[in-house]
């Protein structure tokens, strides 16, 4: 168990729709981490908070957006769906902020929203 | 970013050990070289990471070379359930944390 808590675990909605994923960190983590994997595609990188602050950004669609509360969860919240944002969502959470040049704070990974858009 | 080079796929017989390679040229000096495997849709887990030096935990050893070009993940006893993609990574300076296709382990019985 990585203590990231991810919910819902599948989601199965129609074209057009809009859903919420949201992340639990482990406790102690400040930053998270938003992750796409389409079937058998790699992970994509979407975005990265740290203390409710942007710090990073991939390639994430404008019909997609995130934000992190003060208690340090965060919500993917996913727009104007189309099939081919069926999915994998995973979120992970790290102690640090990410500032390399001397990253020294693993990911630890949560089980992922399984996203079906129909 | 820096890049990092991974084959495709490797197979293991089980009960064997397990070498995964990685090259990560572009490496800065102070920049860790992280591994982090996939079971099937899990989420990916982190195994193991280090700077210079050598690095080994319960899971596996991490042998980094001296220029930090390159580094090998051992699992020193692979067994089936080690079977997973494997994924080398070394975070950019842009923060962006990338994983690349990572390596294909398939443990044979």
């Known amino acids: 168990d990585s203590g990231v808590t991810q919910t819902p675990k599948h989601l199965i909605t129609a074209t057009g729709q809009r859903v919420t994923l949201r992340c639990s960190p482990r406790?102690?983590?400040?930053?998270v981490y938003w992750y796409q994997q389409s079937l058998d595609q790699g992970l994509q990188f979407l975005i990265q908070?740290?203390?409710?602050?942007?710090?990073a950004k991939g390639n994430i669609l404008e019909r997609f957006s995130a934000q992190q509360f003060p208690d340090l969860h965060s919500e993917l919240n996913l727009s104007s769906l189309e099939l081919g944002d069926s999915a994998l969502y995973f979120c992970a959470s790290s102690v640090g902020s990410g500032l390399s040049r001397s990253y020294n704070s693993p990911l630890h990974f949560g089980n992922g929203t399984r996203l079906t858009v129909t | 970013d820096a890049k990092t080079t991974q084959p495709p796929s490797m197979d293991c017989a089980e009960g064997r050990a397990a070498n995964l390679p990685c090259n990560h040229s572009?490496?800065?000096?102070?920049?860790?070289v992280y591994w982090y495997r996939q079971i099937h849709s899990q989420g990916p887990q982190y195994i193991i990471h280090?700077?210079?030096n050598n690095e080994t935990n319960e899971m596996a050893s991490l042998i980094i070379t001296e220029d930090r070009k390159s580094s090998t993940l051992i699992l020193p006893h692979a067994t089936l359930r080690d079977t997973a993609v494997y994924y080398c990574?070394?975070?950019?300076?842009?923060?962006?944390?990338?994983f690349g296709k990572g390596t294909r382990l398939h443990i044979l019985p």
């Open positions: 990574i070394a975070p950019s300076r842009d923060d962006k944390i990338i």
């Open positions: 908070y740290y203390n409710g602050e942007e710090r």
């Open positions: 406790s102690g983590d400040l930053s």
């Open positions: 572009t490496i800065s000096g102070n920049e860790y």
């Open positions: 280090g700077l210079k």
